[in-house]
């Protein structure tokens, strides 16, 4: 398939080599002129990290840099694709008239996707005369790493839409999270985020330290969800499966829910001390390189991950 990937920032880089790495051709375009150049050198630095973890499905770093093609027309990026994945500026106003531009050249039968982790496809499609071929496809970063994809329709996407992209993300190795409609956060948002608010409240309320925090998940309920997720760890950690575990525990977590009906500032005084803390384990200038350091790790976990559901089972 003929694809294209328009903005070429960190999530767009990141797609490209999903793209890619399943056999599509990639164009690849931004607003500025050397965006799309500069991901595919950054995606040329990381190619061998991937291919040492066999992360390449059985191809080449240099088959897969062959299908990556800058272009500077936004036309010609689209002219008779198949597939279109939008990475730009998270502002309603922009993506209202990037989607404009999209239905304009894109083919009638090209799917439209955006990659925005919080704007609802309803605020940014409607105007668009082709609003039926478009809808939001967003990935966990990065997505040529973390295979979970939320795929959510605007009220007047197709199903057959809905169907094509879920379809084409498969092909790429992404497993897509199809919703039935639109929802402000859409899921992962939602489940990270009741996460992090509990996190700060432990720490804003001298529960524990931010280090506590992260090695409970570190080295605890991440152990598991790493290949199971909460619905499936509990069928597995009662006798009688998921029923029993909600008749034997639900009177705990019901009794915790009225404490955590209430907000922290994030960016108040708890911002503080979790700044302090990470700051005093990673200076500001170690950032970047422990960003590749998590970038490696993945792809050992990925790369493990395969393995393991070849030897032990999905």
Not at 109 to 129: G, I, K, M, R, Y
Not at 170 to 176: I, K, M, T, V
Not at 234 to 240: F, H, K, Q, S
Not at 247 to 272: A, C, K, N
């Amino acid at each position: 398939m003929k694809t294209a990937i328009i903005g070429a920032g960190f999530v767009g880089r990141a797609w490209a080599i999903s793209f890619a790495r399943a056999g599509h051709d990639v164009r690849i375009w931004d607003a500025n002129p050397a965006a799309p150049h500069a991901a595919r050198d950054f995606i040329a630095g990381i190619l061998p990290d991937l291919e040492a973890n066999d992360l390449l499905n059985g191809g080449t770093p240099d088959a897969l840099l062959a299908r990556l093609n800058p272009v500077a027309d936004l036309a010609e990026a689209l002219a008779d694709v198949d597939y279109v994945q939008e990475n730009t500026p998270e502002r309603v106003e922009v993506k209202r008239q990037v989607f404009a531009d999209l239905d304009q050249h894109a083919p009638e039968t090209a799917v439209l996707a955006s990659s925005t982790s919080a704007l609802l496809p309803s605020s940014f499609v409607e105007h668009v005369p082709g609003r039926s071929r478009c809808l939001v496809c967003h990935p966990i970063n990065p997505p040529y790493l973390i295979p979970a994809v939320e795929v959510c329709p605007s009220p007047w996407t197709k199903a057959e839409t809905v169907d094509k992209a879920a379809a084409f993300l498969r092909s790429c190795g992404q497993a897509p999270l199809v919703m039935k409609r639109e929802i402000d956060g859409f899921i992962m948002n939602r489940l990270q985020g009741a996460l992090l608010e509990e996190a700060f409240r432990l720490v804003a309320d001298g529960i524990a330290g931010v280090e506590d925090i992260d090695i409970g998940l570190r080295d605890g309920l991440a152990l598991r969800w790493s290949f199971m997720g909460p619905f499936e760890t509990i069928d597995l950690n009662a006798p009688g499966g998921v029923r029993d575990y909600a008749e034997r525990y639900q009177g705990i977590y019901s009794g915790i829910f009225p404490s955590v009906q209430r907000r922290v500032d994030w960016t108040g005084p708890v911002m503080e001390t979790v700044e302090a803390t990470r700051r005093a384990k990673l200076g500001a200038d170690q950032l970047g390189d422990r960003q590749m350091w998590r970038d490696r790790r993945l792809m050992a976990l990925l790369a493990h991950k395969r393995r393991a559901a070849n030897d032990i089972g999905e």
